[in-house]
C-alpha cells in the first residue's frame, strides 16, 4: 500500500524566518481544491515519487493513457481507486500526442491535438475530472475564470459535461479576437460566458472580489488557474511518454519547453525527479528574459509589465511557478518577486539551459525550420526549436531531443502566412467553429451587479 503524500506551501520557509506559524500540510485532494495554500504560497509534494526505469521503457509502443496512468498512480495511487484514477485518465486523453521526427535524433513533440489545439488542454482536461471525483458528494462547485483569451477556452472546454461543476468565464467584450470569441461563447452546457464591458484587469477584479466576499462563502467558488498543482502533475506525463516511445536503454534525452508562467517546464523538473534520464532541461522565454538573465548573473528583477511578445501565452514577467523552481533547488521567491534565499545556482545551471529568444529570431526560425525540415511551428514552439539549437551550438554532440510544440500553427494564420505563405491546415476540433452558435451574457464591469448575478444563479447542490 502506498502512503499518502502531502502538500506544504512554498511559504513555510518565509513564515519561519517571520517567525508566524507555517500552513499545514494537506492532501492532494485539499491542495486540488484549494488552488493556493492560505499563506498565499503554492503546493509542492513533500516526498517525489520514483519510478523504475523499467516501468518507463515498458511503456515503449503503448498508449498514451499507459503513460499517464504509470504517473497518476505513483502520486494519487492512496488517493484514489485505481479504476476511478484510470476512467479519469481514459476521458482526459482521447486524442493524439504525435511525435515528429525532425532530422536525426531530433523531434517535436505536438501537443496541440485536444480541444482548443494548446497544451493548457491536457492539465486542464485531468484536473477538470479530478476536481469532480474529489468534491463532496453532492455538492457543485462553481468555477470563476478570468481570461485574456486562449485560458478561458481550454478550461472552459475541459469542464465541458463534467459532473457537478458549472464555469463561468468573464472576458474582456472587445480585447479577444474574433476566433477566441467564437471559440469561449459557443462551449455551452455547464460553461457560461459573461461578456464584460471593461478590460482584461475588470474581469479580474471582479473574480478576486468574488472571492474575497464572505456573502459568497456558501457557492462553493473555486479557481482553475495555472498554479494548482492538480494541474503541474498532468504536465510531467508527456515527458515520460515522449523519453519511453524514442529511447533505448541507456539514453538520456533534452527536452526544450517554451516557458511564460514554467508550469510546462515545472514538469519536466519533477519528471526528472521521479527518474526520468534528462541530460538537460532546455527553457527559452521571449523578451521577457528574467529567468536566463537570473541563471547567468544569479541576480534577479521581475519585467513589470510584462513585454508584448509573438509568442503572446508567454508574455510574464514573474513566473508564478518560479517559486517552485526556487524551492526545488533550496531557494525562496515572494509573489513580489524578492529573492529571500538564492537557490543552489550551479546545479541549477548544470540541470537547466535558458536562453531569450527575440521576436526577430522567432520569425526567423519558423521560416528556417520549414525551409530546411518542412517543419511546421507557430511562434511558441519556435522559441522551444530556437532554445534547443542554441543548446545544440555549446553541446558538442548531439544527444535524443524533444521540443515541445505547444499550440497549433493554424491558431496564428496571419503569421504564418506572411513568413512562408502557406495557410496550415486547421486542426479537427477548429474546423466546425464557423458553425457553431453560443451567445454570451453581457456583464458590465460592476461588482454589485455581477454578485447579484452569482447569488441568484449558482447553485451549490446537485
Ligand atoms: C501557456 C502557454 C505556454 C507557456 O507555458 P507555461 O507553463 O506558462 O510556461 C507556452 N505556449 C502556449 C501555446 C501556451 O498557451
Redesign the pocket.
Known sequence: MREKILYYSTNRYLAAVEGRKPAEPVSFREALLLGQAPDEGLYMPETIPRLSLKDIHHLKGRPYTAAALLVAEAYLGADMPPETLAAVIESSYNYDVPLENVVDRLYVLRLDRGPTA???DFAARMMARLMSHFRDPGMRLNVLVATSG?TGSAVGEAFKGVDGIDVYILYPRDEVSGRQKKQLDTIGGNVCTLSVDGKFDDCQNLVKQAFADPALAGLNLTSAN?INFGRILPQMIYYVYAYAQLSEPGDEIVFSV????????LGCEYARRMGLPLRRLVMPTNENDEFPRFLETGVYGKISPSRACL?N??N?GHPSNLARFFELYGGTVDRTGVVHRVPDLETMRRNIFSVAVSDEETRQTIRRAYERYRLLLEP?GAVGWCGLERYLEQAGKTPLCVCLE??HPAKFPEEIESLLNISPELPVSMRDLDHRSGKPLPMAADYEIFRRFLLTTLKATD
Open positions: 494548446s497544451f493548457k486562449d495555472s517554451p516557458s511564460g508562467n514554467f508550469g510546462d517546464a509568442s501565452a508567454m510574464v511558441h505547444t499550440a
